[in-house]
């Protein structure tokens, strides 16, 4: 395991995966509606807007963002229903790893479907972003 690899957790008596959830974002589609300000405001928390705008490919990381928001609605199966893609907040840790800030709307909405942690991974390749989200409970 190297640095950017997060401690593994043992699986507990009782745990299970209880939503599974993926997300495939063109990052070259996401350059172009980045020009309208509005999109950045409406889909993204003010600390990922900042996250966004520190980094040398602003549309690569708004990409793997939004593509690990429609991950996690997924694997809730309930889309941006419940929850606005605002609500789904995505932090990273000092080494960059990304991981769900949990609020407390997104709680709620964790609670209904069991889950008490949720686990995120985002990858890059070429034009594209994906992100897996899931659900232990």
């Known amino acids: ?18 939503g599974l959830g993926c997300d495939l974002c063109a990052i070259s589609r996401m350059e172009k509606i980045m ?28 990409a793997g963002i939004f593509a690990a928001k429609e991950a996690l609605v997924k694997a809730l199966g309930t889309g941006f229903g419940s929850l606005a893609p605002a609500d789904v907040e995505i932090t990273h840790d000092a080494s960059g790893a990304p991981a769900y800030l949990i609020n407390e709307k997104t709680r709620s909405a964790l609670q209904a479907r069991g889950a008490q942690s949720a686990f995120l991974s985002v990858t890059h390749d ?5 992100a897996t989200a899931i659900l232990e409970g």
Do not use: C, N, W
């Not at 395991?1 to 209880?18: A, E, N």
């Not at 070429?126 to 994906?130: Q, R």
């Open 126 to 130: 070429g034009d594209y972003a994906m």
């Open 1 to 18: 395991d190297g640095p950017r690899h997060r401690k593994r957790h043992p699986v507990l008596p009782g745990r299970m995966i209880l």
């Open 35 to 62: 020009a309208d300000g509005r999109f950045l405001h409406r889909y993204f928390t003010e600390g990922e807007r900042a996250y966004i705008a520190a980094r040398a490919r602003g549309a690569q990381t708004a």
